[in-house]
C-alpha cells in the first residue's frame, strides 16, 4: 500500500470507528438488534439463499454467526479506509460514502419483520457522526507527501507542514481511542451481553410437572466411551436460528395470542402458563441441515403445556391445516395441524432439562413436536400462534425454497470409532432417531460385508433417538463402516443420499478407519 494513502485510510478508519460508537450509544435507547452492524447482519440471514446458508452451518457450525460479524467489520473496515482515502481528494465525496453506509444501516433496521421506528436512529446518528469526524479529521490531517506538487524537487520529500500537525494528534489520538473503545464495546455487548435476560431467567421458579416424565429405563446408555450422552446438557445442545442478536423476552411482559382461524382468541400471559397443570417428556430435537452423520440433533427432557389443550380452548376451524406460530424477532414457522392435535406430546416448553430455557433455546416458551423438523415445528421465543391454511401463508424456511413440511427421515449416525483404532475387538456405536415412530433396527456392515445387527439400548418412548452398539472384530487394514436404521412402521433408511434442502439429508452414514 502506498505511504500517502495510509493518513487518510486511518482518518477514515477512525471516523468509522466514531460511527459504530455513536450508533453502540444509541442502542441505550432502543435494543441491542438496533446496533448498525447487527441490522445489517439480520437482513443477510434473512435473505441469503439456502445453499450459502448450508455453506456456513457447514464451514462455520455454530460459530456461523460470529462469522458473519466479523465479515461484516472487515468489510465495514475497508470501505471506511476507501472513504478516508477517498475524503483526501474530496471532502464531500467521502462525506457521502458515509452517508451511503448510513441509509445502509437505516434501511436494513427499518426493513426488519419486527422492526420499531426507533430501530433507525443508531445508524443514522452514527453516520452524523462518522461524517463530522471524517470532516474533522481529513480538515486537521497533513496534506503533505500526495499532493505535493512535484516541482517542489526531484529526490526530496517535501517535508509536512508543522501547523496543525499537533492538533491533527490530539484530535486523532482522543477521538481514536473514545470511539474504539464505544465501538468495540457496542460488538462485545453484541455478542455477549445476556445479563438483562440472565437476571430474568433466573428469576424464573418452574412448577413441578402434574405428568412427570417416566423414569429413564436402565441402560439407556450404553458404557462406550465417545457415544454422545443419551440426555443432551444444555450447554451443549446444538443451536440454530436466524437470530444474530439473541432475542431478550421478559417474562413479564411475555404473551402468547392465539388467533386467525379460530372460535376464539386465547391470550396468556407467562404466569398464567405457569400455574396450569405441565407435562414432562423426554424429546429429541432435529435440524433439516443436519448432514448425514452430523451434530444437528440433541436430546433433552421438556417442561411444558400441551398444545393441542391450547388449541382446543380456542376452537381451531377444521379447514385450518397450518399451524403459524412467530417468534419474538419475527421469524416464522409453519406446523401441520393434524399432527399438533394427534395425541402426540407437542407442547409450549418453558423447561429443559430441569432449568428454565436457556435464552439460545427459546426463553421463555417455544414450541416442541416430536417427529418433525425444527424448522416446522419448534418455534423459539414464540409470542404468536396463528391458525391459518397452508394454501394462504409461507412461512420462514418455505418462502426460502425449503419443503412445506418436514417430517423427519429415519436416520443413524456412527459416533465412534471416528479415528484409527487397534486391530481386535472395537464398539461401533452410535445413535438412531425417527421421532414419533421408534426405532426398531440399527444394522451395521464393515466393506461390502453382510449386515449384522447392532444391539439396541433401552428407550423411554418413540420420541427419543436410541443409542446403539455393534461389536466389530476389526482385522488390520483399512475398513469402510456403514449403519442403517429401521423404524417402527418397517421403513428402512435409504441409501440414496440426498443433500439437505429441501427436506433433510438422506442416506447410510459411512466411515473410514485403519486397524493395526
Ligand atoms: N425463533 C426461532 N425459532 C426457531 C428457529 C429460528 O430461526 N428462530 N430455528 C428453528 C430450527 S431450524 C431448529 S432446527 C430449532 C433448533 O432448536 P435449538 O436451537 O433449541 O436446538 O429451532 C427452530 N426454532
Ligand atoms: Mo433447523
Redesign the pocket.
Known amino acids: 500500500m502506498s505511504r500517502r494513502a495510509l493518513v487518510p485510510g486511518l482518518v477514515g478508519l477512525l471516523s468509522a470507528a466514531v460511527a459504530l460508537g455513536v450508533a453502540e450509544l444509541a442502542t441505550a435507547f432502543t435494543r441491542p438488534e438496533a446496533f448498525p452492524v447487527s441490522a445489517v447482519g439480520a437482513v443477510v440471514i434473512d435473505h441469503v439463499p439456502a445453499p450459502v446458508k448450508d455453506f456456513a452451518i457447514a464451514t462455520f457450525g455454530t460459530s456461523d454467526k460470529l462469522a458473519l460479524i466479523i465479515g461484516i467489520l472487515v468489510l465495514l473496515a475497508l470501505f471506511g479506509f476507501a472513504i478516508g482515502v477517498a475524503a483526501r481528494r474530496s471532502l464531500p465525496l467521502g462525506v457521502a460514502g458515509v452517508a451511503l453506509f448510513g441509509a445502509i444501516g437505516v434501511a436494513a433496521a427499518a426493513v426488519r419483520p419486527d422492526g420499531r421506528t426507533a430501530d433507525v436512529l443508531p445508524s443514522a446518528l452514527g453516520a452524523a457522526a462518522g461524517m463530522i469526524a471524517l470532516a474533522l479529521l481529513s480538515g486537521t490531517a497533513p496534506r503533505g507527501t500526495g499532493t505535493a506538487p512535484r516541482t517542489a524537487g526531484a529526490g526530496r520529500r517535501p517535508m509536512e507542514p508543522a501547523v496543525g500537525t499537533d492538533r491533527r494528534s490530539f484530535l486523532l489520538a482522543g477521538m481514536g481511542v473514545g470511539a474504539l473503545a464505544l465501538a468495540s464495546g457496542g460488538v462485545g455487548r453484541v455478542l455477549v451481553d445476556q445479563s438483562r435476560v440472565a437476571s430474568w431467567r433466573s428469576a424464573v421458579h418452574l412448577p413441578k410437572p402434574a405428568h412427570p416424565a417416566p423414569p429413564l429405563p436402565h441402560g439407556v446408555h450404553p458404557d462406550v466411551p465417545g457415544l454422545a450422552s443419551f440426555v443432551t446438557p444444555n450447554r451443549s ?7 444474530l442478536v439473541l ?1 431478550h423476552v421478559s417474562p413479564g411482559k411475555w404473551t402468547l395470542r392465539i388467533h386467525g382461524m379460530v372460535d376464539r382468541e386465547v391470550e396468556l400471559t407467562f404466569d398464567e402458563l405457569l400455574r396450569r397443570p405441565m407435562i414432562e417428556r423426554d424429546i429429541t ?5 443436519n448432514e448425514v452423520n452430523g451434530g ?1 440433533v ?1 436430546n433433552a427432557r421438556w417442561l411444558g403445556f400441551p398444545l393441542a389443550d391450547l388449541l382446543r380452548e380456542a376452537g381451531v376451524h377444521r379447514d385450518a391445516d397450518q399451524i403459524l406460530s412467530r ?3 419475527g ?1 416464522t ?1 409453519g406446523t401441520p395441524t393434524a399432527v399438533v392435535m394427534d395425541g402426540r406430546d407437542a407442547m409450549l416448553a418453558v423447561g429443559m432439562n430441569g432449568q428454565p430455557l436457556p435464552v ?3 426463553f421463555p416458551a ?2 416442541v413436536v416430536p417427529g418433525l ?3 416446522v ?6 409470542v404468536d400462534i396463528e391458525l391459518t391454511r397452508f394454501a394462504d401463508a409461507r412461512a ?2 418455505a418462502q426460502r425454497g425449503w419443503a412445506v413440511k418436514g417430517p423427519i427421515h429415519t436416520m443413524s449416525r456412527i459416533d465412534r470409532p471416528l479415528s484409527d483404532v487397534r486391530a481386535g475387538r472395537v464398539a461401533v456405536a452410535g445413535v438412531a432417531w425417527a421421532q414419533h415412530r421408534g426405532i426398531e433396527r440399527v444394522e451395521v456392515r464393515v466393506d461390502d460385508g453382510p449386515w449384522h445387527d447392532a444391539r439396541l439400548a433401552a428407550v423411554p418412548s418413540i420420541d427419543t433417538w436410541r443409542q446403539w452398539v455393534y461389536e466389530w472384530d476389526a482385522r488390520p487394514g483399512t475398513h469402510r463402516l456403514q449403519a442403517r436404521a429401521t423404524d417402527r412402521t418397517g421403513a428402512t433408511q435409504t441409501p440414496l443420499e440426498s443433500p439437505t434442502v429441501p427436506d433433510g439429508a438422506t442416506g447410510w452414514p459411512t466411515v473410514h478407519v485403519t486397524a493395526t
Open positions: 445442545f446444538y443451536r440454530v436460528d436466524t437470530a432475542p430435537l432435529t435440524c433439516v441441515s444437528l440433541g417468534s419474538s424477532n421469524w414457522c439460545a433455546h427459546g417455544r414450541m423438523y425444527g424448522y415445528s419448534a418455534t423459539k421465543w414464540v420462514y424456511w
